[in-house]
């Protein structure tokens, strides 16, 4: 007969409340947005983690809930389009938010290790931001739900053009772990008092107004083809895909810039090259700066890239300027595992359908480039879930850059919360650069976000439609684009070395 310790038990009871409160941050997430569940579930783990006897697991557990849930939208991708069976798929869904489970649990364990709970407040934020850091640069990085993104609708968003979303992730640990100390220390006023700053603090910066509108606007023109994602590589379906998009665009040909979203053209450009052709005759002669997804596959080098290129007008002349390779485009830099680039594909390649899948072996381009210009306008690009990298779409913008511009296909994901992170992802994205956003996609969401982070027009899901709009354009910077995440390191620094010196 076996019996089961005290010590087993309590860890069962800590790991579940860890599990159960990262399930439920993807409540703060879109499309639910309840901002002020982020803090509370945190506060939440961080009390189980105070008292737990296993640390690394309760914050494994706490991961694995945070984003079984929260990106459980990528099973969708595996299941349908990945041709492996029910049971093949779950076991890789679980690996791949073990992996991810990893980086909390090594937050967890650090901070037990060497902080007693009155000093959580000084420590955690730092080794927070060291752990969500490795999590979006190793492998490529998938800095999918972060913290700071639950805090769009709260006053924490007015810290996000200042330090960016990473800092405000910190601060959501800094308040949680404050009122963890409240409860444990006698110095209760003063805690209570460090975990209501950043709030009031947050509220008072929300209304700075750090960007300003100019004089100029652009008539905006993007379609949504709405193809599906199972016809979207077939080679019979290349003619039809390419004139719907024509059709679609015909009555818009009037606009200052029409743009197409990620891989609109289904054909590789050097075999599409008439067709394109064609395009940039259409959009000069109507005086249209065009902005098209292709992928380009060089048969001498062997390389494909998934890049953006630039059509007709470019910097408002009345004839097109485009030629096979010619400079004015953009190639993705960073590749999605498995959907763009194979790692160890020498192995993997041939076990299952989801290793074969099309276009899935791209060459990255460079981590900064030149803007694309389109009748005038000067916009630094994002291809899919590049938007979720801060530091490269700041490092892209260059004195002039009047857009950001994110195109994306989010056909794999079908009807699921994943579309609505990614647009919340861009929303974030013109709050911390004070820009507006244009997120073209083939089957929604499509929208024009403004630079406090509003999403002012979007076209439904689902649905084949043009976006038509007047889209004003902004002067100023916020301090995000000049100091970056420095900010960020700098104030979590100050903290952790008042943490180590209370700790000798």
Known sequence: MTTTTPKRKNSRLFHSIAFLSGAGLTLGFAPFSVWALGPLLVLVFLAALAASPRPFWTGFWFGAGWFGVGISWVHVSIADFGGLPLIGSLGLMALLCGYLALYPALFAWLLRRYFCTHLWPLAAPLLWLMTEW???????????????????????????????????????????????????????????????LPLVAGSLLKQINWVSPSDRQVDLAMVQGNIKQELRWIPEQDAPTMNKYRQLSQNHWDAD??????????????????????????????????????????????????????????????????????????????????????????????????????????????????????????????????????????????????????????????????????????????????????????????????????????????????????VNLYTGQTPFVRWGSWGSWFMTLVLFAFAWLRRR
């Open 134 to 196: 490795l999590r979006s640069w190793v492998l490529t990085g998938f800095p999918w739900l972060s913290l700071g993104y639950s805090q769009l609708h709260g006053p924490l968003a007015g810290w996000i053009p200042v330090i960016g979303e990473f800092g405000t992730s910190a601060l959501v640990i800094l308040t949680a772990s404050a009122l963890v100390a409240f409860t444990a220390s006698g110095r209760k006023a003063y805690w209570l008092m460090v975990a209501l």
């Open 257 to 470: 810039l029409m743009i197409w979203p990620e891989a609109a053209i289904p054909k590789l450009e050097p075999m599409a090259v008439e067709y394109i052709q064609a395009l940039d005759e259409q959009a000069a002669i109507t005086h249209t700066g065009m902005i098209t997804g292709i992928v380009n596959y060089n048969f001498e080098s062997q390389q494909a890239f998934n890049q953006l290129i630039a059509l007709g007008s470019e910097g408002g002349e009345p004839q097109g300027h485009y030629q096979y390779q010619h400079d004015n485009r953009y190639a993705k830099h960073h590749l999605l595992p498995i959907g763009e680039f194979i790692p160890l594909e020498d192995w993997l390649r041939g076990l299952a359908p989801i290793f074969d899948l099309p276009m899935s072996s791209f060459t990255r381009g460079a981590y900064q480039q030149k803007n694309i210009i389109a009748n005038g306008y000067h916009l630094a690009p994002a291809i899919c879930f590049e938007i979720a990298f801060p530091e490269q779409i700041r490092a892209n913008l260059h004195p002039g850059t009047d857009l950001i511009l994110t195109v994306s296909n989010d056909a794999w994901f079908g009807r699921s919360h994943g579309p609505h992170q990614h647009m919340e992802i861009a929303q974030v994205r013109a709050l911390e650069l004070g820009l507006p956003v244009l997120r073209a996609t083939n089957n929604g969401i499509t929208g024009v976000i403004t630079p406090d982070g509003r999403l002012v027009q979007r076209l439904p899901q689902f649905e084949e439609s043009v976006l038509r709009t007047e």
